[in-house]
């Protein structure tokens, strides 16, 4: 009963919220440099969290900027009202999206594909490395 009670405050204060705010919440806990650490994947079998060494950054910027290390341009981002991190990169050569359901906690955020370009699932795992 309790969970339920919680989950019914935390809807009602999304709920009351607009679009901009939403954003605001998720933005001001994002900034920062991300670095890949793990890789969540499955070979037919069960999944499993294998470690990255060298993993690639992400560092997200006032105005919605992103730097990401594997891309030849910088990127913007944006969060859905469901939650879903949007980064859009517009290189030279091409345009195209990323959307991650997001997870976070303390210094860790897990980015899982939405939709999946994998059977059975996968995901990658950041460390926070700076704080912006």
Do not use: H
């Not at 001001?28 to 990255?52: F, T």
């Not at 195209?96 to 370009?117: G, H, Q, R």
Request: with cysteine.
């Amino acid at each position: 009963m309790k969970n339920l009670f919680s989950a019914f405050v935390i809807s009602l204060l999304l709920g009351s919220c607009g679009e901009n705010d939403i954003d605001n919440i998720y933005t001001a806990s994002i900034k920062g440099r991300w670095q890949l650490v793990e890789m969540y994947s499955s070979n037919g079998g069960p999944g499993q969290w294998s470690s990255v060494a060298d993993g690639y950054t992400y560092t997200f910027l006032e105005g919605n900027i992103v730097i990401a290390d594997k891309f030849e341009c910088d990127g913007a981002y944006q969060f859905g009202d469901d939650g879903r991190l949007t980064i859009t990169f517009s290189c030279p050569d091409s345009q195209f999206n990323l959307t991650y359901k997001i997870e976070s906690e303390d210094n860790l955020m897990v980015l899982t594909p939405d939709p999946s370009p994998c059977d059975e699932g996968c995901a990658e795992k950041f460390k926070r490395v700076t704080r912006d």
